[in-house]
């Protein structure tokens, strides 16, 4: 028999999506998205402590329909980051292994941070001025 | 909606696999080509579908994936069963390790419709039609269902997994009260089947340092042990970026034990000693 290269048996183009990793994936997303966000509020801030018109067209595109999703989509990545944040605390603390808590806990940061989100938003819209 | 026990099956229907292309982080020669079908045999009733992963070391082929047939009014109730049925009815040279055939040895540790169980203790009328069967995830294959185990069992060595500690006085046992006996319990029933570490994410990604769930709670078992005078010694060799912080507590070998145990909280145990012996 020939030596030959062994092939790799499949992990992630076959394993099923479970709570468990569902979060995890999301929670990195989250926190690049969380990055990106952020060095954008900081050119926002920049530009509106600098005044002129540079502000106006960032300020405009981010209230463009488009803007507004990917604002709904930043406040969703900080609450769920955060909530599973606080979740990974716990786990720092050795506190809600066992496998029911672990769905638990992680079925109440779903719930928790598209309850925020979206509170959030419904006061934020509610505000004068913002239509 | 909540999972109690790990061998509960997955519910949700929505997501059987991540969207990814199925050729994603994977080398040409480990892509899976479309296989070949073994029908039922004539007049069989209760026919259910087993898509087996399948690779021939011996011809140029890439890996394929054949769909079996196979009638389970003639065959015995575990999908260890049907595998074995398979192999001596169907197609004999289909490949798969197995010993004791009832959850003890962890030979029979495979994917089975997307997460890692021993195929003894699955019951084919638990599994969704067709059954998919691969290999334990991320391993080199050597044939069919069989994956080279070396490296992991090389990890499992290198966490030296003895007791350490000075010889005895001659006149007695090393004792040990029931209350620091029952610290161990949760850890020493691990059988090493690896079905946690071949469904860590964080071992896929970096599997070459990353010690891996099965490993760590050996580590674990280790440290826990009153017995063992090594535990400074331990915890500086596990005190790494890689061996054990690539630990994400993804919980994916929670969920997979097999044996019910809980590798993802004797890691944080881990991770607390570290946090706090710097005081």
């Known amino acids: ?131 | 909606m909540i999972i109690r026990r790990s061998e509960e099956q997955p519910r949700w229907t929505l997501l059987r696999r991540f969207p990814v292309p199925r050729g994603f982080h994977a080398a040409s020669r480990s892509r899976v080509q479309a296989g070949r079908e073994w029908p039922a045999p004539e007049g069989a009733g209760n026919v259910k579908r087993m898509q087996v992963y399948r690779y021939d070391p011996e011809g140029d082929e890439r890996p394929r994936v054949d769909t079996f047939h196979v009638d389970l009014d003639e065959c015995g109730p575990m999908l260890l069963d049907a595998l074995i049925k398979i192999k001596n009815q169907i197609d004999p040279t289909l490949t798969f390790r197995r010993s004791c055939r009832e959850g003890v040895c962890g030979s029979c540790a495979m994917n089975i419709n997307g997460t890692n169980w021993l195929a003894c203790t699955r019951a084919l009328d638990e599994l969704d039609d067709p059954v998919t069967v691969y290999p334990l995830n991320n391993l080199d294959v050597i044939k069919d269902l069989v994956g080279d185990q070396s490296h992991a069992f090389a990890q499992y060595a290198a966490i030296r997994p003895w007791l350490r500690a000075s010889p005895p006085p001659k006149d007695r046992e090393r004792l040990q009260s029931p209350e620091q006996r029952r610290e161990l319990d949760g850890y020493y029933e691990c059988i090493l089947c690896f079905c946690c570490t071949s469904g860590c994410p964080s071992h896929w990604w970096n599997g070459d340092r990353f010690l891996g769930p099965a490993v760590l709670l050996q580590a674990w078992r280790w440290l826990a042990d009153s017995r063992d005078e090594a535990t400074g010694e331990r915890l500086d060799e596990l005190e790494d970026p890689f061996r054990l912080y690539r630990c994400h507590t993804i919980l994916n070998c929670t969920r997979t034990c097999p044996k019910g145990l809980n590798p993802g909280k004797a890691i944080a145990e881990i991770k607390r000693k570290l946090l706090e012996r710097q005081g």
């Not at chain 1, 990106?36 to 900081?42: C, E, N, Q, R, S």
């Open chain 1, 1 to 131: 028999m020939t030596e030959r290269t062994r092939p790799r048996s499949p992990h992630v183009q076959i394993y099923r999506p479970q709570l468990t990793s569902v979060l995890s994936f999301t929670h990195r997303l989250s926190g690049i998205a969380l990055s990106v966000g952020g060095v954008i509020l900081v050119v926002w801030l920049l530009l509106a402590a600098a005044g002129g018109s540079a502000f106006g067209g960032l300020n405009a595109a981010l209230g463009s329909w488009f803007g507004r999703l990917l604002l709904f989509l930043w406040t969703f990545a900080l609450f769920f980051h955060l909530c599973n944040g606080i979740r990974h605390l716990f786990w720092d603390a050795v506190l809600g292994f066992e496998l029911a808590n672990i769905y638990r806990s992680g079925w109440l940061v779903v719930v928790a941070s598209t309850v925020l989100t979206v509170l959030t938003w419904v006061i934020a819209m509610s505000m004068p001025g913002v239509a």
